[in-house]
């Protein structure tokens, strides 16, 4: 008889997955994550978002373990706000990446993420919310003076399938694409994504991989949910973290996730 170890760590996305379709926070899913940590297991929000636009969640959660940003290039321990491990790319590299995809994507902008802020050039206003720590600039390429954890490429006139296969076919192996049901594609250093960051950050704690459960609902989950011992993809996710995972479950509307949680509890008791 096969013994299933219990899970020990729990890697879950944030948006799609542990907020709601209004990108709130239910107080059922974060009283569900809590008793997790209160069991015993290391819960870990892994997202694409940068600390720089996670602070909200980060505050309202309440999570001062680890937090895995940027589609796996940054760990940071909110507890201590150290950055545990980050894969950085140099700004030389950053202005030869943009130069490669113009040819591609002639009328694509770009934004790109530092460590505890982002500029963007004029266009991006209008996929995501401007706050605190996200300047305008007129030229990224020109404006990168620091080495940046992401790259973010749009164009409003193309699909994101074919604003992703331009991007990929752009930058080769030199990077990472991925994207996350915004219309942009994310780009982080090569060999950078989720799964190496929850990998390397599982070692670090003496978790096995059996004892990893992930959660997410978009393309930069997949390579989590296949990592995983037990990948779990919401009910609105996309088809492609849907085959990735190990299950199905609900939705982020009917908070799946703290139900789910609850359920590996009850296994770890």
């Known amino acids: 008889?096969?013994?299933?170890?219990?899970?020990?760590?729990?890697?879950?996305?944030?948006?799609?997955?542990?907020?709601?379709?209004?990108?709130?926070?239910?107080?059922?899913?974060?009283?569900?994550?809590?008793?997790?940590?209160?069991?015993?297991?290391?819960?870990?929000?892994?997202?694409?978002?940068?600390?720089?636009i996670t602070t909200q969640i980060m505050d309202e959660l309440n999570l001062n373990d680890y937090w895995i940003f940027a589609?796996?290039?940054?760990?940071?321990?909110?507890?201590?706000?150290?950055?545990?491990?980050?894969?950085?790319?140099?700004?030389?590299?950053?202005?030869?990446?943009?130069?490669?995809?113009?040819?591609?994507?002639?009328?694509?902008?770009?934004?790109?993420?530092?460590?505890?802020?982002?500029?963007?050039e004029r266009g991006f206003e209008k996929l995501?919310?401007?706050?605190?720590?996200?300047?305008?600039?007129?030229?990224?390429?020109?404006?990168?003076?620091?080495?940046?954890?992401?790259?973010?490429?749009f164009d409003h006139t193309r699909?994101?399938?074919?604003?992703?296969?331009?991007?990929?076919?752009?930058?080769?192996?030199?990077?990472?694409?991925?994207?996350?049901?915004?219309?942009f594609i994310e780009v982080a250093a090569d060999l950078v994504t989720k799964a190496m960051a929850v990998m390397e950050?599982?070692?670090d704690l003496g978790v096995e991989r059996a004892e990893v459960a992930s959660f997410g609902d978009n393309h930069n989950d997949v390579s989590m949910l296949e990592w995983a011992g037990r990948g779990y993809a919401m009910a609105n996710a996309t088809a492609d973290a849907k085959g990735a995972a190990d299950y199905v479950i609900g939705s982020n509307a009917d908070d799946a996730l703290a139900s789910q949680v609850r359920a590996l509890i009850a296994e770890h008791g």
């Open 128 to 153: 995501v919310h401007v706050g605190p720590g996200l300047h305008l600039v007129d030229d990224v390429a020109a404006a990168v003076n620091a080495r940046v954890q992401k790259v973010l490429v």
């Open 201 to 203: 950050l599982a070692e």
């Open 71 to 120: 589609n796996g290039a940054i760990t940071w321990h909110a507890g201590r706000s150290e950055t545990v491990r980050g894969y950085w790319m140099e700004p030389e590299k950053i202005r030869s990446m943009i130069g490669s995809i113009r040819e591609h994507l002639p009328e694509a902008g770009f934004a790109v993420e530092f460590e505890s802020e982002a500029i963007f």
């Open 1 to 52: 008889m096969t013994v299933v170890p219990t899970v020990r760590m729990i890697a879950t996305d944030i948006d799609g997955t542990m907020l709601t379709p209004a990108g709130t926070l239910s107080p059922n899913v974060r009283a569900a994550l809590h008793e997790a940590v209160d069991a015993g297991i290391h819960v870990v929000p892994t997202t694409g978002r940068p600390l720089v």
């Open 159 to 183: 699909t994101i399938d074919d604003l992703f296969q331009k991007t990929e076919l752009a930058i080769g192996h030199e990077a990472v694409p991925s994207y996350s049901g915004v219309s």
